[in-house]
C-alpha cells in the first residue's frame, strides 16, 4: 500500500475531512458509527464529517448534521474542501458517475459502496485515480460487511486464485430459503421480502441475477489481475424456482442457491450468475436467509470462506468506515490490486464449454410414447441420465386431470451445449408442452 497525499499526513493532528453525498440507510449508519468514535483503528486522526449532499434538506434522518455544510449538488460536493469524497447515492450514472469523475480529477480520495457503478465504470474510474494519485476504495461494494475485497486484494495477493464463488445477494437467498423452508412460491416470498425491506419495489436488479452479476464482475478482475467487464457475465436469475425444485433438490441431497461462480480456465475467465445445487452440509447450503458467504479457492490455500452480512445499513457502513480508517492511516491500495497497464486483458471462453450434471424439470405432454423421445433425444446428445422421475402432482378431485406431467431429469457430467441441443430438439418434437428449467448440480464444493 501507497501513502495517502502528503497534503494531510497519517499522522497529523488534523482531521480527515470527509464529505458524504447520499443520507439513505447507509449514509445514515456511517455518521453514526463515526459520531460513535471519531478516531478509528487507533489512527490518531479525527474522521470529521465536513459536508453532506442528498435529494431533501429536511427529512429526519436520525443523525445530527449540524456541523456538516450541506450542498444540493453532489458534483460540487465532490470538488469541495474535503479529503476524502464518500459516494452512498447509487446508481450507474447521474450524479453518482458525475461526482465520483470530479473528485477524482480533483485528487480528492473516493470511498464508495456503488457496486453499479463501479461494474459499468471500473476501468474508466480506475484510471482517473491513477492519473490523478487520488485513492479508490469500495470495500462496502461486494458483500457488504464481509471484508473480501480486502482478502483477495491485499491477504492474497501474488498467490494464484483457481475460482471465487458464493451467495452475494441476501434477497435471493431470504426468497429461496422461505420457499424451501415453508413452501411458499416466489411471489409469495418476494412480496414478504418487500415487506420487510429486503426487496426493492423493483425486484428486477435482484432476483434476475444482475446485483451478483455486478458483485461476481468486481471479484474476478481482482482475484485473476483481469480487466473489469461485467457485460463478461453470464446472468440467470431465480424466478422459474418452483417449491417442486426445492423439493427436488433436498431429496437429491442439495439445496438451490443463487451463486455467482467466476472460474480462471485455460480458455479465459468463466464468469456465471445462476442458480445451483449445492451439497447440503457445505457452507455455501447452510448459508440461510439475507446472509452473504464467499469462497475463494486455489492451489497453495485450499478452500477460504468468508460469511456474514451482506446488506443492511450498519454492515455495509462498517465497511465504509473501514477504507475511510484506512486513509486516515495513510494507506491507499491500488483499486484493482495492481496498476492497469499490468492488467491482464479480460477473455471470456467460448459459449457452451461448461461441463457438469444439470437438474432438468420438463412439463411433457400425457401421450404416448413421450418419454422414449425424451430418452432418444439425450442419448443421440450422448447423454447419460442418472435419474428419470415422473412427478405427479395431487389434484383436488373436483378439478379435471392435467393434460400434462412432470418429469425430473439428472443427467451424469456432460457438455451444457449437448443438453441445450437436446432439449431444443426435444421442443421442437412437441414433447413438452412449456420450457424446460434447468439448473446446475454442484457435485462438490
Not at 456511517?30 to 464529517?49: D, F, M, Y
Not at 405427479?392 to 451444457?416: A, G, N
Request: aromatic share 4%; with cysteine; net charge negative.
Amino acid at each position: 500500500m501507497s501513502s495517502l497525499s502528503t497534503r494531510r499526513s497519517a499522522d497529523s493532528v488534523t482531521s480527515l475531512k470527509i464529505g458524504i453525498a447520499g443520507l439513505g440507510t447507509v449514509g445514515a449508519a456511517t455518521i453514526k458509527l463515526l459520531h460513535a468514535e471519531p478516531t478509528h483503528g487507533g489512527s490518531g486522526r479525527n474522521i470529521e464529517v465536513a459536508a453532506v449532499s442528498a435529494r431533501s434538506r429536511d427529512r429526519d434522518r436520525g443523525v445530527d448534521l449540524s456541523g456538516a455544510t450541506w450542498f444540493d449538488d453532489p458534483v460540487a460536493l465532490a470538488t469541495s474542501d474535503i479529503d476524502v469524497f464518500v459516494e452512498l447515492m447509487g446508481g450507474a450514472e447521474g450524479s453518482a458517475l458525475k461526482s465520483v469523475e470530479a473528485a477524482l480529477a480533483a485528487g480528492k480520495a473516493v470511498v464508495t459502496a456503488n457496486k453499479a457503478l463501479l461494474a459499468a465504470h471500473g476501468m474508466h474510474l480506475v484510471t482517473l485515480a491513477e492519473a490523478s494519485g487520488a485513492p479508490l476504495l469500495y470495500e462496502a461494494a461486494v458483500a457488504g460487511g464481509i471484508p473480501v475485497i480486502r482478502t483477495v486484494r491485499d491477504g492474497l495477493a501474488g498467490v494464484p486464485i483457481k475460482s471465487v464463488l458464493g451467495i452475494l445477494n441476501g434477497t435471493c437467498n431470504y426468497i429461496l430459503t422461505r420457499m424451501e423452508n415453508e413452501g411458499l412460491t416466489f411471489d409469495e416470498c418476494l412480496a414478504e421480502a418487500q415487506r420487510l425491506g429486503y426487496a426493492e419495489a423493483d425486484p428486477t436488479f435482484d432476483v434476475d441475477g444482475f446485483d451478483t452479476a455486478h458483485k461476481l464482475a468486481i471479484l474476478s478482475s481482482i482475484a485473476f489481475t483481469t480487466e473489469l467487464r461485467a457485460d463478461g457475465v453470464s446472468v440467470e436469475g431465480i424466478r422459474g424456482i418452483e417449491p417442486a425444485d426445492l423439493m427436488a433438490a433436498r431429496e437429491l441431497g442439495f439445496r438451490i442457491k443463487l451463486l455467482g461462480i467466476a472460474t480462471m480456465t485455460e480458455d479465459g475467465v468463466d464468469q456465471r450468475v445462476h442458480p445451483t445445487m449445492v451439497p447440503l452440509g457445505s457452507a455455501l447450503a447452510e448459508t440461510s436467509g439475507v446472509t452473504n458467504a464467499v469462497s475463494i479457492r486455489g492451489p497453495a490455500f485450499g478452500e477460504l470462506v468468508l460469511s456474514g452480512p451482506g446488506a443492511g445499513g450498519d454492515a455495509t457502513a462498517s465497511a465504509v468506515v473501514s477504507d475511510l480508517t484506512d486513509l486516515a492511516r495513510g494507506l491507499a491500495p491500488t483499486p484493482l490490486g495492481r496498476p492497469t497497464s499490468a492488467l491482464m486483458p479480460f477473455k471470456k471462453p467460448e459459449a457452451g464449454g461448461h461441463r457438469g450434471a444439470f437438474y432438468v424439470r420438463l412439463p411433457i405432454a400425457d401421450r404416448a410414447g413421450a418419454f422414449a423421445a425424451l430418452a432418444q433425444r439425450m442419448a443421440s446428445e450422448g447423454i447419460s441420465l442418472e435419474q428419470i422421475v415422473q412427478k405427479t402432482p395431487h389434484r383436488p378431485d373436483h378439478l379435471p386431470p392435467l393434460q400434462e406431467q412432470t418429469v425430473v431429469l439428472v443427467t451424469y457430467t456432460t457438455d451444457e451445449a449437448a443438453l441445450k441441443r437436446a432439449l431444443k430438439a426435444i421442443a421442437d418434437d412437441g414433447v413438452i408442452v412449456r420450457a424446460p428449467h434447468v439448473i446446475r448440480i454442484a457435485q462438490t464444493l
